[in-house]
């Protein structure tokens, strides 16, 4: 009959709820997941998708059709990683491109736990963390599932419970917040395929081509470590020229150069040391 029964504009108070979850009637349910931000809709409800044959007396009556104007004001992007509300992802910021890790991939991570309370139980920046490796203790399980659903510069929450956060350290559980600073793709690029030569792309390169045989290339060397990540004696930063596939640098320098882009940067790690013998470059 048109008369209003309820209005979160005259309360001056947005309604908030979780979509799918059945708090509220079914239309809602439906009709609001199609919406787009700051969209304003009007829906009009079958019984069946409001509050069915019964009503909600004595505001609503038996088998009322109802008509709902919506303004979808923002929303927040929440996913229950493991299906028993154990962590419960929610996008804080939106990440850029494509790309997102998988197990054994290694990325560059800042984390800060905190207690219900907002008592911080840790915080680190500049974590670099390879998925699959419990590196983070009794978190790693938690960050390893959000981190195989996030983007270069996507910040995320994580809501644990206990049993995904600190255990009894945390008996009300714990909320991380995470951001991805960086996704390292590191690639086999030796040529025989056995992993002598290893390449961690730090830095995208542009577009998608790579160079091929008898192209002239510039590649800028600019450090040497061992094993130990000690500075190799005797080695000396270079800007390197020459044409790939002939021979005039050293095989761990040929087989990165063929699988980097211009502008990348990337990390070499070679096994086999005669590889990376470069008398250009003191080794």
């Known amino acids: 009959d048109g008369s209003?029964?309820?209005?979160?504009?005259?309360?001056?108070?947005?309604?908030?709820?979780?979509?799918?979850?059945?708090?509220?009637?079914?239309?809602?349910?439906?009709?609001?997941?199609?919406?787009?931000?700051?969209?304003?809709?009007?829906?009009?409800?079958?019984?069946?998708?409001?509050?069915?044959?019964?009503?909600?007396?004595?505001?609503?009556?038996?088998k009322a059709t109802l008509v709902f104007e919506i303004e979808l004001l923002s929303w927040t992007s929440k996913d229950d990683l493991f299906n028993d509300e154990g962590v419960v992802k929610s996008v804080v910021t939106e990440g850029s491109g494509w790309k997102t890790p998988k197990q054994g991939d290694e990325v560059l991570i800042?984390?800060?736990a905190e207690q219900p309370d907002g008592t911080v139980v840790e915080e680190r920046s500049g974590i670099e963390y390879t998925l699959g490796s419990d590196a983070l203790g009794p978190v790693s399980k938690a960050v390893d599932k959000a981190l195989t659903g996030m983007k270069k510069q996507e910040v995320a929450q994580l809501k644990c419970t206990k049993e995904y956060a600190y255990g009894?350290?945390?008996?009300?559980g714990a909320t991380l917040t995470l951001t991805v600073e960086q996704i390292y793709e590191t690639k086999d690029v030796s040529f025989e395929s056995d992993k002598s030569v290893m390449k961690?792309?730090?830095?995208?390169?542009?577009?998608?081509?790579t160079p091929k045989d008898a192209n002239k290339l510039k590649l800028?060397?600019?450090?040497?470590?061992?094993?130990?990540?000690?500075?190799?004696?005797g080695f000396a930063a270079k800007t390197l020229e020459f044409t790939?596939?002939?021979?005039?640098?050293?095989?761990?320098?040929?087989?990165?150069?063929?699988?980097?882009?211009?502008?990348?940067k990337a990390i070499l790690t070679v096994t086999v040391p005669s590889l990376a013998a470069e008398e250009q470059l003191g080794l």
Not at 45 to 55: T, W
Not at 168 to 172: F, G, L, M, R
Not at 221 to 233: F, H, I, L, R, S
Not at 246 to 252: I, K, L, M, S
Request: charged share 30%; aromatic share 8%.
């Open 4 to 62: 209003e029964f309820d209005s979160s504009r005259s309360r001056g108070q947005p309604f908030v709820f979780t979509l799918g979850k059945g708090q509220v009637i079914k239309g809602w349910d439906v009709g609001v997941a199609s919406m787009k931000k700051g969209e304003l809709a009007k829906f009009t409800l079958a019984p069946e998708f409001a509050y069915g044959d019964a009503g909600s007396p004595p505001k609503i009556p038996e």
């Open 110 to 112: 800042s984390l800060k």
């Open 168 to 172: 009894d350290k945390t008996p009300e």
């Open 200 to 209: 961690k792309q730090i830095a995208e390169g542009e577009g998608y081509d």
């Open 220 to 233: 800028v060397v600019e450090q040497a470590m061992d094993g130990c990540k000690t500075p190799v004696p």
């Open 244 to 264: 790939l596939g002939n021979g005039e640098v050293c095989d761990a320098l040929e087989c990165a150069a063929g699988h980097m882009k211009k502008g990348e």
